[in-house]
């Protein structure tokens, strides 16, 4: 069990690098920068704008606007939440395959 703990640390601490280390490494993309501006927004006239020109739930935009307000909306502050999200879906897979088969399932998915 302490074998696959330790695995276990090292593949998330691998995601976590990889993920994190190239933050600030390319400029905005269109959608990105679309995101920054409504950030920037006030709460309601954020959520107005995404109910008249976006098609998707705003799930994300609310979550990330809350980010924004705590860590702002540079490179690295609005990359870090999707970041933040693709490290722990790595927990979440292995807890997946543990419960559906066994640890060593889990490490490999």
């Not at 107005?48 to 020109?53: G, V």
């Not at 980010?67 to 879906?89: H, Y």
């Amino acid at each position: 069990m302490q074998r696959t703990g330790a695995v276990l640390a090292a593949i998330v601490a691998s995601a976590a690098l990889l993920r994190f280390a190239t933050l600030d490494s390319q400029s905005f993309s269109d959608f990105e920068t679309y995101t920054v501006v409504l950030e920037r927004m006030g709460l309601g006239d954020m959520i107005s704008e995404i109910s008249e020109f976006e098609g998707t739930p705003p799930l994300y935009y609310l979550v990330t606007w809350f980010w924004a307000q705590v860590f702002g909306t540079g490179e690295v502050a609005l990359r870090s939440l999707p970041a933040l999200f693709s490290v722990g879906a790595v927990v979440l897979t292995y807890a997946i395959g543990r419960t559906l088969a066994n640890g060593r399932i889990g490490l490999v998915a």
